[in-house]
């Protein structure tokens, strides 16, 4: 069974935070804030990569070397989409992660120490440079993470030595304390110009089975911390597909109220955020965003100093975007999606005035 599947029942039962027993049934539950992790691959030149512990969505670990620094497969159209962005696409750079360079590792499983780390920053340029490095599994992760059930598929899957490119990004999530971020998928259509018929098939009936469909996204993923046990609570990208049109609306309350309150700054802030991306996409032409997420974060600790005013939102993930310069049009199942998301935002906020006043 798949991961998350044996939540197919009941999907909005599992957004109350008093069951820990709901959680678990995803195999990812209420975990333990991180502690300190352990190496699980290294470069020729002493470069140590971790697990990426904020991972909510993907099909790929990300991985991390650096604070600040987070490295993904590198993907042609991915690929292509960073290093032009600032030529082509000006407008973007705001709103999507900050692009670091690439690096080239060598994958396999090998032993290693944890001595001596050296970070991307090191060695990441946007001219690639080939690197070599060892991975292993963690034994002691204790945040089980999407990048730790994703890192477990691969060291399956993989045993041969193969080198594998990556793209170096900034880290959304750097300097919170405890980040609650949700993955969003948006558009109407995830798969690219050139996938194969049978994946092209595939991705059309998640969208046309799923809130893709009539609202122009879907919930992937989220992590948001429990402030009472100190603990984040998860859910993946099967328990997104389950959740109805009606459904939307308690998922975002849920996602936007770490401590069992709802943030309604945060709600604000982002409201604010979404329309500003949503002026930039109206006035963007010649491309499609096919399959990019939207990622949102906010500070889960209600101790913090960045607790109120700390929010972000920004499009990720664009292996299957469509560059055409002779598209006159702008991305409009980007923008419905935007439209609609940002209506439950605007709805979260005025519901919660009207509390206030009452």
């Given amino acids: 069974m798949a991961d998350g599947e044996a939540a197919a029942a009941a999907p909005l039962s599992m957004l109350r935070t008093s069951s820990s027993s709901s959680f678990d049934n995803l195999g990812l539950g209420s975990q333990p804030a991180p502690l300190t992790p352990r190496v699980i691959a290294r470069s020729s030149v002493g470069t140590a990569f971790y697990l990426y512990k904020h991972q909510v969505g993907g099909h790929k670990p990300l991985l991390r070397s650096a604070p600040g620094e987070v490295c993904k497969p590198a993907l042609p159209h991915e690929l292509q989409f960073y290093q032009g962005l600032e030529s082509t696409y000006p407008q973007l750079i705001p709103f999507v992660p900050a692009y670091l360079g690439t690096i080239v590792v060598d994958l396999h499983p090998s032993s290693g120490d944890d001595a001596a780390d050296r970070t991307t920053s090191d060695i990441a340029s946007s001219s690639t440079a080939s690197k070599s490095a060892s991975r292993r599994p ?9 990048s730790l059930i994703l890192w477990n598929k691969e060291l399956v899957r993989d045993h041969a030595s193969f080198l594998c490119e990556y793209i170096v990004l900034g880290d959304l999530t750097q300097g919170y304390m405890r980040p609650c971020v949700l ?10 110009a050139d996938a194969p018929p049978e994946k092209a098939r595939s991705h059309a009936l998640k969208c046309a089975t799923t809130t893709s469909a009539t609202l122009g996204f879907r919930l992937c993923g989220m992590q948001i911390y429990n402030q009472a046990e100190g603990r984040y609570v998860l859910r993946d ?3 997104g597909r389950l959740l109805q049109p009606a459904d939307i609306l308690p998922a975002l309350r849920f996602f936007l109220s770490a401590g069992d309150v709802l943030r309604i700054n945060a709600v604000v802030q982002l409201a604010a955020r979404l329309r500003d991306l949503q002026a930039v996409i109206q006035h963007t032409s010649g491309i499609r965003f096919w399959g990019a997420s939207l990622l949102l974060v906010y500070e889960g600790d209600i101790t913090s100093s960045t607790s109120v005013a700390r929010t972000d939102a920004r499009l990720i993930d664009f292996a299957n975007s469509h560059h055409d310069p002779s598209l006159s049009t702008p991305d409009h199942g980007l923008l419905l999606g935007l439209d609609n998301l940002i209506a439950h935002l605007d709805q979260m906020n005025v519901a919660a005035s009207v509390d206030a006043e009452t």
């Fill in 138 to 146: 963690s034994r002691s992760l204790e945040h089980r993470s999407i």
């Fill in 237 to 239: 990208k099967h328990w």
């Fill in 183 to 192: 993955d969003i998928k948006m558009g109407t259509r995830q798969h690219g």
